[in-house]
């Protein structure tokens, strides 16, 4: 009876020595074939129930239930089954190890007995699992799984681990505090748990006297035990190294960036790392013992457990390097002025999928006093000032103007917003960026409002390309944004290979907006109102002299209207060369109906539906453009390809023909339009039908390119397909 047994608990820990039954037991039905077992209930200890229950439950109808007085059929939503591995966390606390019961064990020695050799393995497995923690790891799952680190009086007699752990328990406090300010915390579902509370780590100074006193005790031990120089030069450099990173992180966290006395810490650090990673075999394996994963069944609280990365000791000091990398990244982004190049370096440092921490240093570095100042010094104000007047000389006499200023502060507001959902977008969150789309779409008004209503201010001068120069600039953030946004689908591996038709079709669409919007700045740099052959500029004599004086950023605005020109064809040949392997049957749709498909196309793009331009393309639409393919052969629909593989090739070949500007371009991605050739010419797709027909092909794509700034660079192509990656910017194809 479940409130006997709840009475009987609560009897127990007052100690009385009986419980009393309740007044009215529930008197279970009996029927000639089962008798219910009565059964006598004593202070002694639980008895085994389950099988009168199970008796009791074959006498009961379909539909009825037991039910003990007071106890509502809803408690048992937060019910858990008693001694089942996953609901019941606490049934594996007595075989959980603890500090105390690992040096009961002798699995651990007490911090005073420890060698250097020892030490240097303590620390190496305490960074790796520091390493997983700043890469998104649990706390609890990872720094607390150190025996030592959980008992203050199993490290305070070591003056080398008092200091080493006392600094990791600051990283940690003052760490996760910087997580939950950045987005960090939300988008990585990044677990705040501290299991230590009841310690509160000293101030950053404190640490630091620490570190002093452990570098003397470190030289003393080592003269007083004759151990060999490289372990002692490998100690102290693992003890500089922690302090430095706990000084670089203070100086990123502080909320007054100054690049350069954290460009000092980072060489300082970096020089640090060599000496460490040389002598990582001078620590002791058998140290690994230290840490203990079964250590998280004996925490007062539950700890989710979730996949996570395993480094070595190698690879845990590689991975720091990376983040000392990053933060140059940061370094160098703190000294641009130009919109462009900002966009640039914050599409490099997202791609190259950047630790928890390094994420959060940009984040809290890039508004560090949270107004509109970027890295605290440049105003979002000039900056986007500036970038609009690459392409539009009369736009610093407007600043007067009460509604010029009215679409700055929305322009800024947006730019701000935009600059950190950019460092998010990694995880592609739907709902982090579907209220940001529809701002986009308000922005795009404002600025034609603005445009309309400086064009009245110049007193009759006439309509031209140069008169939108607001919309204009709306137009690149719109269209930048939702490229952004539909690659991250192909890094994620979100789209199927079905899908693919849809998604080409309309990032073909997006490419072609993309490339007449740049055709238009061109023509009203080059002051030229009625369409021409931009391919031909170079032959007319007075447009070419003014094309040779384009500034940088101008020059890019010209070589991306060929870029996205090129893309355009290449998507839309993709599209078909895909629609004709579904309708070949090597690629099997999973769309039973039009409905089914319509469903997933909503969901894909259902994001841009509130912005006015680049103009959505709805499912209707994209059907009225496949829906001459159906009366096609798959021969015709090849041959279609092959075409647009060929006009891509041409398209992106203008390039070469440009003058340099802010990008060397060493190689042009015609190697993978020659291959993407081959496929059609030789054997009629009989390499592409193999790999196909085998099951392991992969297509996926992915343009890495930042607005008015495309890098090209092609790798060699792989023996099983064609492989084109860059490790900033672009990569088209993998098959």
Avoid at 351 to 367: N, Q, T
Avoid at 638 to 646: D, G, I, Q, W
Wanted: net charge neutral.
């Amino acid at each position: 009876n479940a409130e006997y047994m709840g009475i009987f608990m609560e009897d127990k820990k007052r100690g009385k020595k009986e419980a009393k039954a309740p007044k009215e037991e529930r008197k279970v039905p009996k029927t000639e074939s089962q008798e219910i077992e009565k059964m006598t209930y004593t202070t002694e200890g639980l008895i085994d129930i389950t099988e009168s229950y199970v008796k009791a439950c074959e006498s009961l109808k379909v539909g009825e239930m037991l039910n003990a007085p007071k106890f509502q059929l809803e408690n048992t939503m937060s019910a858990f089954e008693v001694m089942d591995k996953k609901m019941d966390y606490r049934l594996n606390a007595r075989n959980a190890m603890t500090p105390k019961k690992a040096l009961k064990m002798g699995v651990i020695k007490p911090a005073k007995d420890l060698t250097l050799k020892e030490l240097i393995g303590i620390i190496d497995e305490m960074m790796t699992k520091v390493v997983q923690w700043i890469h998104g790891g649990a706390v609890a799952q990872t720094v607390y799984t150190c025996l030592y680190i959980l008992d203050e009086n199993l490290y305070k007699d070591n003056p080398v681990l008092l200091a080493y752990f006392t600094g990791v328990l600051y990283l940690v406090f003052e760490g996760q505090e910087l997580l939950r300010a950045c987005s960090c915390f939300r988008v990585e579902d990044y677990t705040y748990a501290h299991i230590l509370d009841q310690i509160v780590p000293d101030t950053l100074a404190d640490i630091e006297i620490k570190f002093s006193g452990a570098e003397k005790f470190i030289s003393t031990m080592a003269s007083a035990t004759g151990e060999k120089k490289s372990v002692q030069e490998g100690l102290l450099t693992r003890m500089k190294l922690m302090k430095g990173f706990l000084s670089l992180f203070a100086k990123f966290s502080s909320g007054d960036f100054n690049g350069e006395s954290i460009e000092k810490m980072l060489v300082f650090c970096e020089k640090q790392l060599p000496i460490v990673q040389s002598t990582i075999l001078e620590g002791d394996e058998k140290m690994s013992k230290a840490i203990d994963p079964t250590v998280i069944d004996s925490f007062p609280i539950v700890v989710h457990v979730k996949k996570i990365p395993v480094y070595t000791r190698a690879e845990c000091y590689e991975k720091m390097k990376i983040l000392f990398k990053h933060c140059h990244i940061i370094l160098e982004a703190s000294l641009l002025k130009e919109i462009f190049d900002i966009w640039r370096i914050l599409d490099q440092f997202a791609h190259d999928a950047p630790s928890v921490l390094s994420r959060a240093f940009f984040e809290c570095s890039l508004f560090p006093f949270e107004d509109f100042r970027y890295f605290g010094k440049t105003s979002l104000l000039d900056l986007n000032i500036n970038a609009i007047s690459h392409y539009s000389k009369n736009v610093k006499t407007f600043q007067t103007n009460q509604v010029f200023k009215d679409y700055m502060d929305k322009l800024c507001v947006m730019t701000r917003e935009g600059f950190l959902i950019y460092l998010r977008n990694l995880s592609r969150h739907r709902k982090n960026v579907e209220y940001y789309y529809k701002d986009l779409g308000i922005l795009l008004n404002f600025s034609h409002m603005t445009d309309q209503h400086t064009l009245a201010k110049q007193k009759g001068k006439g309509s031209s390309p140069l008169s939108n120069q607001f919309t204009n600039w709306s137009l690149l953030i719109n269209t930048k944004f939702i490229s952004t946004f539909m690659h991250r689908g192909f890094e994620l591996d979100l789209y199927s290979l079905h899908e693919l038709p849809y998604i080409f079709a309309y990032l073909e669409n997006l490419y072609t907006s993309a490339a007449s919007q740049r055709k238009l700045i061109i023509m009203s740099l080059l002051q030229v109102d009625t369409p021409l052959d931009l391919d031909k500029i170079h032959e007319v004599p007075s447009l070419n002299k003014k094309r040779k004086k384009f500034n940088n950023v101008q020059k890019l605005f010209y070589d991306e209207m060929f870029f996205f020109e090129g893309l355009a064809f290449f998507s839309k040949a993709m599209s078909l060369l895909v629609k004709g392997c579904i309708k070949e049957g090597l690629i099997k749709s999973f769309f039973t109906d039009d409905l089914q498909e319509r469903s997933a196309y909503d969901k894909r793009t259902g994001l841009f539906q509130n912005i006015a331009y680049p103009e959505h393309m709805p499912y209707e639409k994209y059907v009225e453009i496949v829906k001459p393919l159906a009366e096609k052969k798959k021969e015709e629909i090849y041959e279609m390809a092959k075409n647009l593989f060929m006009q891509a090739k041409s398209r992106i070949n203008t390039l070469i023909t440009t003058e340099p500007t802010l990008r060397n371009i060493e190689h042009l991605p015609n190697e993978l339009l020659g291959e993407m050739m081959k496929i059609f010419i030789n054997n009629s797709l009989l390499p592409f039908k193999a790999q196909m027909m085998k099951g392991n092909c992969r297509v996926s794509m992915s343009i890495k390119v930042s607005p008015l700034s495309p890098l090209l660079d092609v790798t060699p192509i792989s023996k099983q397909g064609f492989n084109m990656t860059s490790p900033t910017h672009l990569s088209l194809i993998h098959i």
